[in-house]
């Protein structure tokens, strides 16, 4: 996916693939991606020749949970689940990302300020 795409003000705050056994050997990628003062969102982008890309507001995440398995633990991966309120899923899951804890803090933080910017509070999204 091509971020440029989004225009020239956007911000990367987070980015990685999908791993295998701790290396980046998937066509499965992941961009947290912030226009200023206008939206925060994380991409999904799935294949090489024909892409899926799907995009997920953060004010709508409502609860984040680590996942990690021995063999996770030991390439120091997880996946993330996003559990979100939306009506096309009910959770989005970053499969297998490097510094899972690292990565589940940037977004919880993201979170929490893109819902304090629009003046959401968790009660207001059920």
Same mark, same amino acid.
């Given at each position: 996916?091509?971020?440029?795409?989004?225009?020239?003000?956007?911000?990367?705050?987070?980015?990685?693939?999908?791993?295998?056994?701790?290396?980046?050997?998937?066509?499965?990628?992941y961009?947290?991606?912030?226009?200023?003062?206008?939206?925060?969102?994380?991409?999904?982008?799935v294949?090489?020749?024909?892409?899926?890309?799907?995009?997920?507001?953060?004010?709508?995440?409502?609860?984040?949970?680590?996942?990690?398995?021995?063999?996770?633990?030991?390439?120091?991966?997880?996946?993330?689940?996003?559990? !979100?309120?939306?009506?096309?899923? =009910?959770? *989005?899951? +970053?499969? /297998?990302?490097?510094?899972? $804890? @690292? !990565?589940?803090?940037?977004?919880? =933080?993201? *979170?929490? +300020?893109? /819902?304090?910017?629009?003046? $959401? @509070?968790?009660?207001?999204?059920?």
């Amino acid at each position: 996916m091509n971020i440029k795409r989004f225009g020239k003000d956007i911000k990367l705050v987070w980015k990685d693939r999908k791993r295998w056994a701790g290396m980046p050997l998937s066509f499965t990628r992941y961009f947290l991606i912030e226009k200023p003062n206008q939206w925060i969102k994380l991409f999904t982008s799935v294949g090489l020749f024909s892409t899926i890309d799907e995009e997920l507001y953060l004010f709508r995440v409502f609860d984040i949970t680590v996942h990690q398995t021995f063999s996770n633990k030991i390439f120091n991966e997880g996946s993330i689940i996003l559990h !979100v309120n939306d009506e096309s899923c =009910d959770k *989005v899951v +970053l499969k /297998r990302v490097l510094n899972p $804890f @690292k !990565v589940k803090a940037i977004i919880a =933080d993201q *979170v929490e +300020l893109e /819902r304090r910017r629009r003046g $959401f @509070k968790l009660a207001e999204l059920k």
